[in-house]
């Protein structure tokens, strides 16, 4: 038989996850979506200063040497960091890698994928200075 009464749901305020710290950093850590949305709208500024000349190119630099502009991208490097680290120790649990009929451990899947990491940034900039 199918009740026509609406199940009871607790009333949920607007603090709720500032009671436990898993919920605390789990918003922290989904936070880390506003500050790659400043750096997304950054370098897609950097592309219209490029097309636009060498003026638009010196008014762009000199916008990102502001200390605001300097402060807000120190915090995306933050948050681009924290969120790397959660989904580095997240994807051991998303893959399971067997070797040898035995599921590897995370710390070596942790290890790697920062590695991986590193020798990108280090490629990207090897790159980026032999223009």
Do not use: C
């Amino acid at each position: 038989m199918i009740s026509k009464r609406k199940p009871w749901s607790p009333p949920v305020n607007a603090g709720w996850w500032r009671h436990l710290a898993f919920y605390r950093f789990y918003m922290l850590r989904e936070g880390t979506a506003l500050p790659a949305l400043w750096f997304s709208l950054e370098l897609i500024f950097a592309l219209y200063a490029l097309k636009g000349g060498a003026d638009q190119w010196d008014a762009f630099i000199s916008f990102l040497r502001h200390p605001i502009v300097l402060l807000l991208n120190l915090v995306t490097l933050a948050a681009a960091l924290l969120h790397s680290k959660t989904w580095f120790e997240l994807a051991p649990k998303a893959a399971i890698v067997m070797v040898k009929g035995e599921k590897l451990k995370p710390q070596p899947i942790i290890i790697a994928l920062w590695i991986v990491m590193l020798l990108a940034t280090f490629g990207s900039l090897w790159l980026a200075l032999q223009a």
